[in-house]
């Protein structure tokens, strides 16, 4: 609820800081007085386009402040504040919105700055505004739905049909595009097979080409390669000084030479190793001159190979390893794209029944909203006739629809003021007592539904009087007790319902035209009563203002 507003250097108001409490505040005053300034202020806080033509004439900016309580279970609001990391004190928030001469202005919730659609977002949580000219929320047909189902105690459905709707979307967006990749993906399962068919036909193993070319190597080079094996088996055996001789005969000195000297030993023993290692690579050598064959069918079959790898190798990697590792892959995808035909009547399954669940939760919707309708329809009739519509007519018009986000109704709310007209959009209602009438009765029993906490209403009681004015003054008062009310009123049969009443006064202070308020207390509203009445505070007005307390007032 508002706690505190104050307004600096707005219009004619150079200060006013004022306290609210909870309950129904009337502000009233002379045509003139500024009473339509102070609804300004408080809609230019709410979030309403401005510029710098609300700035007092000589100052270089305004500002409106307000200090705001929100209740607890307004989880909400809560959530709101948290997602832009805004904290309350103790419940409590300040809003502050600025503008200056320039046109620039600045609005912040917690010292923390937000834009004007944040704060009208955040604000219409919180507040409604109903003036004579303000009723967009009722005349615009998206509304009523909403306050239709808030009456109905639908939003809990209503949720879970959004999910259901939701998960259905999604899942036929995943049908089409699924379906409309049919071919590509059949192509490419066609692509893969293919490639995969080819590497397996080859079977190449990892290191295969290094393998081949190094054989095909010494198959080509045979003549050369068999040449110099011989070449060293003669060094090591054909020759009378063969390097293994030579070896041996020194190694048989070195052996007498340590029985002599024996610190020769070492030097001796490493002849011995030196000799026996040259033995046994002459021994592997001889054996590979043994296995040399020259074999050109052999030669044929290896580089025929290696062409094939080759070939292989260019289209999918840079080694067999790079090919491998590619069937690896291909084999995956293709997996994937056969399982994702799978997965297509598997979507067309899960489609069916989310078709279904959410069709039975539309109609489940439409049955409720229907039932509501009928009920909401006599409630608001029956205020009708006590604010002077006796023969007003108010419908809840449901047509079904295509299924959307919300279910399969239209609704909009239609009204006939006196007999024998038809029933007409509410946009279409000349008057605007009666439109501000329509919106008194529908807020009065949404009252107990409606999250919001502050509802102001700005001289909603144009041509009316009499009975329907006191009517319309106790069901402020009766919506009042669920909700802050603020109403700018002219009519004492209205005001005398307040609990709380401020005046509006426009005073000339230092040459200069500023606009006050005032808090009443019981004998200053006694007083403003009775000039509401007749324009007077004379003894007959005074004697008239107190009756219709006794009677009616607080």
């Not at 059949?186 to 079977?203: F, G, N």
């Not at 056969?338 to 049955?367: F, I, P």
């Not at 007999?419 to 329509?438: K, T």
């Amino acid at each position: 609820m508002l706690e505190e507003l104050n307004i600096y250097n707005y219009a004619l108001i150079d200060s006013v800081s004022i306290s609210f409490q909870n309950g129904f505040t009337v502000l009233s005053g002379e045509t003139g007085a500024g009473k339509s300034i102070i609804v300004g202020a408080i809609g230019f806080l709410l979030g309403a386009k401005s510029d710098s033509t609300v700035v007092r004439s000589g100052c270089e900016g305004a500002v409106v402040q307000a200090l705001v309580s929100i209740k607890p279970e307004h989880t909400e609001v809560y959530a709101w504040l948290s997602q832009r990391d805004i904290e309350t004190d103790d419940g409590c928030i300040v809003i502050r919105r600025t503008m200056k001469l320039s046109g620039r202005g600045s609005i912040y919730i917690q010292n923390v700055q937000i834009t004007r659609a944040d704060l009208a977002q955040f604000m219409a949580l919180l507040f409604n505004l109903h003036g004579q000219h303000t009723h967009e929320s009722l005349l615009n047909t998206a509304s009523h739905l909403v306050y239709l189902d808030r009456f109905a105690g639908l939003e809990a459905a209503l949720s879970q049909y959004r999910q259901l709707f939701s998960a259905y979307n999604e899942k036929k967006r995943e049908l089409q595009h699924a379906e409309s990749c049919e071919q590509e993906r059949a192509a490419r399962q066609e692509m893969l097979r293919y490639a995969l068919d080819e590497i397996d036909k080859v079977s190449p193993k990892p290191g295969e080409s290094r393998e081949l070319e190094a054989e095909a190597r010494r198959l080509s080079d045979f003549e050369k390669l068999s040449s110099h094996i011989n070449s060293v088996c003669e060094s090591f055996f054909d020759e009378d000084n063969a390097a293994l001789t030579l070896l041996r005969k020194a190694q048989v000195s070195l052996e007498n030479a340590t029985d002599i000297d024996e610190s020769l030993a070492t030097l001796s023993n490493r002849m011995k190793d030196w000799f026996y290692e040259a033995l046994d690579i002459a021994e592997e050598i001889r054996t590979y001159r043994n296995t040399l064959r020259y074999n050109p069918e052999r030669l044929f079959e290896v580089e025929d190979r290696l062409s094939i790898l080759f070939r292989l190798k260019k289209k999918y990697g840079g080694d067999e390893e790079a090919v491998l590792a590619y069937r690896t892959k291909a084999q995956e995808e293709l997996d994937s794209l056969v399982r994702l035909g799978t997965d297509q009547d598997t979507l067309n399954h899960a489609l069916a029944d989310l078709d279904e669940a959410l069709s039975q939760a539309a109609d489940a919707l439409s049955k409720e909203r229907k039932a509501a309708a009928q009920n909401l329809e006599r409630q608001i009739g029956d205020i009708l006739s006590v604010l002077g519509m006796p023969n007003a007519r108010f419908s809840v018009a449901i047509q079904e629809q295509k299924r959307l986000t919300n279910g399969t109704d239209a609704v909009e709310f239609l009204f006939s003021a006196n007999p024998g007209e038809r029933l007409r959009e509410l946009a279409r209602i000349a008057s605007g007592g009666e439109l501000s009438r329509v919106m008194l009765a529908i807020k009065t029993v949404l009252s107990g539904t409606d999250r919001l906490e502050t509802l102001i209403f700005d001289e909603i009681d144009t041509g009316i009087g009499g009975a329907v004015a006191r009517a319309v003054g106790e069901y402020l008062a009766k919506i009042a007790r669920l909700k802050q009310i603020f109403c700018v009123t002219h009519l004492a049969s209205i005001a005398l319902r307040a609990d709380h009443h401020i005046k509006v006064e426009k005073k000339d202070e230092r040459e200069r035209t500023v606009t006050k308020i005032t808090v009443l207390d019981r004998e200053e509203k006694r007083q403003e009563i009775a000039r509401m009445l007749s324009g007077d505070s004379g003894s007959a007005s005074l004697a008239h203002a107190d009756a219709l307390l006794t009677q009616y007032g607080q």
